[in-house]
């Protein structure tokens, strides 16, 4: 009995390193691009020729601390913020309203209407990208934040309905009923009792909307055709056309322009984990 026990025991173990393996070298493929790219930043042209993948000889700090200095980096990193919050912020408001109507309340072709959202989610950004230009031309919204951050609230409300919706669906509804004996409505059941309990999933749609934001480069590159609306992609493409040979000082670039979005997700990875966990349990 003792060798029938070991054999499923062991086969576990190995199954499980195997996994760790390849965890580990999944990990190891997406931080070797980052560490790349800081340890360059520390270097010279020369030296990043002759010696690309190992420690610099001599830790060039200029680079970054060039860029740390200009107004033209922190502009943009103000521009990315300000825009990524005010999509969030307005994707989440509308997206928990109508997540809130197709979860709670019962009427004649909720589902339907409910479907044609989520098909929002097969539409890929570049396909209405002709007309939204038009549109924007039109409504006068180019060189303007609310530009980029219509259209981005716009095409991030499907999958934010469908998170929120999973969440406020999974509420009992003798909560709701007793809400309603005490005098509270639809707008204070709502407001007062889904919200507050819907908080890892408000959290979870709030950070994937605001990393979305701040990683769009082809929305800001359409919309903004002055440098003082630039944001932090754009910056980096526009920084790499104008030092094309010094490929220091651009992966500097790209090393600083990684940084507010690495930390902000290093802060918030536990609420978008354990929201995208609660909403699959709660299914």
Known sequence: MAVVTRRPRAKRTAKSLSLQLVALLIGAAMVWPVLYAVLSGFKDNSELSSNPFGLPREWVTGNYTELLASGDFWRQVSNSTVIAIGTALLTVAVSALAAF????????????????????LMFPFAVAILPLYVLLRTMGLLDNPLGVILPQAAFGLPVTIIVLRGFFRAIPGEMEEAARIDGCGPFGFFWRILLPMARPALATVSVLAIVTSWNNFFLPLLVFTEPDWWTIPVGVQQFKGEHSTDYARVLAYVTLAMAPALAFYAVA??????GLTAGATKG
Do not use: Q
Request: proline letters at 0%; hydrophobic letters at 60%.
């Open 101 to 120: 109507v197709f979860a709670r309340l019962a009427f004649r072709g909720r589902e339907l209407l409910f479907t044609l959202f989520a098909i929002g």
């Open 269 to 274: 990875e536990r609420h978008l984990v354990g």
